[in-house]
T-cell receptor, first 114, second 111 residues
Framework: DAGVIQSPRHEVTEMGQEVTLRCKPISGHDYLFWYRQTMMRGLELLIYFNNNVPIDDSGMPEDRFSAKMPNASFSTLKIQPSEPRDSAVYFC????????????FGSGTRLTVV | GENVEQHPSTLSVQEGDSAVIKCTYSDSASNYFPWYKQELGKRPQLIIDIRSNVGEKKDQRIAVTLNKTAKHFSLHITETQPEDSAVYFCAAGQAGTALIFGKGTTLSVSS
């Protein structure tokens, strides 16, 4: 099992540019979560999906953030336009049947907006 | 919604000592409490978890205790080693919802 795969690992972009982060969950996992990690705020839940359907997006900071899950093996998190305060590590995690077996996190995408 | 508080934010111990990290949660419906370890530059990894029908769980040098009445749970690491140095996160949740994480504890074990 290749685990949860995120791309890119690092992204440096200029303020105002569009950024797209990608995630491939573990096959057979029906939940997918997006978290943002910063020193000040820790691991913040942004949005999560169950069977490709968004369940709770109340953690998405503003309309500049959007997430999709077009199929069971792929999800994207898009920021448009990006701002310096969006700089953080973005983690994707997947789980089977909620979190009965715990989350498996991807390696994360370190985003730097300059 | 759920809110998880974690203390202390930093913890320094000598090798061989014990370390204790404590968390409180707000939602009495939460019934799953995992702990994750994150080494520098890496992803969080599950190290132990406990469900609300159990008061304590042990796995070698690591143990977790849960007090549902008081809504708090703790991670205990005995005989600490330098490789235990990392950031530890507690979390709380229930089936059908996402985990809410504490802000983390940076544990430093000096030899």
């Amino acid at each position: 099992d290749a685990g949860v795969i995120q791309s890119p690992r690092h992204e440096v972009t200029e303020m105002g540019q569009e950024v797209t982060l990608r995630c491939k969950p573990i096959s057979g996992h029906d939940y997918l979560f997006w978290y943002r990690q910063t020193m000040m705020r820790g691991l913040e839940l942004l949005i999560y999906f169950n069977n490709n359907v968004p369940i709770d997006d109340s953690g998405m900071p503003e309309d500049r953030f959007s997430a999709k899950m077009p199929n069971a093996s792929f999800s994207t998190l898009k920021i448009q336009p990006s701002e310096p305060r969006d700089s953080a590590v973005y983690f994707c995690a997947s789980s089977r049947t909620g979190f009965i077996y715990g989350y498996t996190f991807g390696s994360g995408t370190r985003l730097t907006v300059v | 919604g759920e809110n998880v508080e974690q203390h202390p934010s930093t913890l320094s111990v000598q090798e061989g000592d014990s370390a204790v990290i404590k968390c409180t949660y707000s939602d009495s419906a939460s019934n799953y409490f995992p702990w994750y370890k994150q080494e520098l530059g890496k992803r969080p990894q599950l190290i132990i978890d406990i469900r609300s029908n159990v008061g304590e769980k042990k796995d070698q040098r690591i143990a977790v205790t849960l007090n549902k009445t008081a809504k708090h749970f703790s991670l205990h690491i005995t005989e600490t080693q330098p490789e235990d140095s990392a950031v530890y996160f507690c979390a709380a949740g229930q089936a059908g919802t996402a985990l809410i994480f504490g802000k983390g504890t940076t544990l430093s074990v000096s030899s």
